[in-house]
């Protein structure tokens, strides 16, 4: 098995209520489940940030499913990249809204929350987006 991480931006085509936000969690976690692909979905100002990570024709299948979903548009593929071993194991698809955080996590990560999730930074840096994703997992459910 060739394992390999993939982390894309993109952005929501209307704002997103909690309930649409559970459909595409319930949905991704049965998936990922039985594709054994794990990760973290970040969400903040109508903004998505996810990374995925697994077998790399399961990732890339899912991702080609994702770039067709007409929940949201924009998608900016940051990083594909092969990997010796998974970061976000024990997440069939964390999430996290990162437009409501607490006085404390805002200030661990004051140097990434100024800017948008599909920031061009990102883009040029991809590897801040695998820093930002990483801050989080600790945190998720
Ligand atoms: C922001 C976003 C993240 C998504 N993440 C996942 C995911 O991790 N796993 C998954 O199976 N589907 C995910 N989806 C849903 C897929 O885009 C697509 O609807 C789903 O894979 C279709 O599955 P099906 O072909 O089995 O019906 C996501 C959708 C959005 C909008």
Known sequence: MALITL?????????LTN?????ILRHSR???????ITGLLLFKGGNFMQVLEGD???VDELHQK??????HTGLITLIRS???KRSFSDW????????????????AHSDYLDR???????????NEAFILLQAFKNTVR
């Open 7 to 15: 982390i894309y931006v993109s952005s929501a085509v209307r704002p």
């Open 19 to 23: 309930s649409d936000i559970q459909d």
């Open 30 to 36: 049965e998936a990922n489940a039985k594709s054994d």
């Open 56 to 58: 790399s024709e399961l």
């Open 66 to 71: 994702i770039i067709n979903d007409s929940r």
């Open 82 to 84: 092969p990997i010796p």
């Open 92 to 107: 069939k698809m964390g999430f996290k809204n990162i437009s409501q955080l607490t006085e404390e996590e805002k200030a």
């Open 116 to 126: 948008p999730l599909n920031d061009t930074s990102y883009i040029s840096n991809p």
